[in-house]
Antibody, heavy 120, light 109 residues
Framework: QLQLQESGPGLVKPSETLSLTCTVS??????????WGWIRQPPGKGLEWIGS???????YYNPSLKSRVTISVDTSKNQFSLKLSSVTAADTAVYYC????????????WGQGTLVTVSS | SYELTQPPSVSVSPGQTARITCSAD??????AYWYQQKPGQAPVLVIY???ERPSGIPERFSGSSSGTTVTLTISGVQAEDEADYYC????????????FGGGTKLTVL
């Protein structure tokens, strides 16, 4: 069974770049069976898909965030990463990494989530 | 942008049936997925491809689709089912590949 774990700074200053890494265990990030994604949830609000990546490097981004988002994969470390530039207080959220299984077509394994606060 | 519309809240008594709807233009052409999220926890997939149930999800959870609306039905609601529920789907153009509804708070009275 896949396990995912987010890591990264919990506090980021406005206008800077938010950087998070998701470490995958229990399976290979190079598997053709999965996409890997980032989803966020502002405090007290709903879920927002940020973007996804395939092991080959193909990326898919939420059009509303596309200009600020970069998602990459490091197959040697079984990790994928998120960078969100020019952050503001509106980017304060719990950030989840998740696996998207091709068979089910859904995000069926999630990390526990990590709270990132944007504040000076 | 593309939106999935859910009611903000649904309330039912224990043992009754809860129905949570999700509406969007592309739902006749795109599968819908449902996630359950309890406070402080990550979402859990409860229904995929409109009506399929992952292993480990109780049989009281079911999904259905009719036109531009999909429905999550929880039969014989239990106190432990109190949670936020989110639908997820995609638009028909391929621009918005993964979109979540605004969420529905299910309250068990």
């Amino acid at each position: 069974q896949l396990q995912l774990q987010e890591s990264g700074p919990g506090l980021v200053k406005p206008s800077e770049t938010l950087s998070l890494t998701c470490t995958v265990s229990g399976g290979s990030i190079s598997s053709s069976s999965y996409y890997w994604g980032w989803i966020r949830q502002p405090p007290g609000k709903g879920l927002e898909w940020i973007g996804s990546i395939y092991y080959s490097g193909s990326t898919y981004y939420n059009p509303s965030l596309k200009s600020r988002v970069t998602i990459s994969v490091d197959t040697s470390k079984n990790q994928f990463s998120l960078k969100l530039s020019s952050v503001t207080a509106a980017d304060t959220a719990v950030y989840y990494c998740a696996s998207f299984t091709m068979v089910r077509g859904a995000f069926d394994y999630w990390g526990q989530g990590t709270l990132v606060t944007v504040s000076s | 942008s593309y939106e999935l519309t859910q009611p903000p809240s649904v309330s039912v008594s224990p043992g009754q049936t809860a129905r949570i709807t999700c509406s969007a233009d592309a739902l006749p052409k795109q599968y819908a997925y449902w996630y359950q999220q309890k406070p402080g926890q990550a979402p859990v997939l409860v229904i995929y491809k409109d009506s399929e149930r992952p292993s480990g999800i109780p049989e009281r959870f079911s999904g259905s689709s009719s036109g531009t609306t999909v429905t999550l039905t929880i039969s014989g609601v239990q106190a432990e089912d109190e949670a936020d529920y989110y639908c997820q789907s995609a638009d028909s153009s391929g621009t918005y590949l993964w979109v979540f509804g605004g969420g529905t708070k299910l309250t068990v009275l």
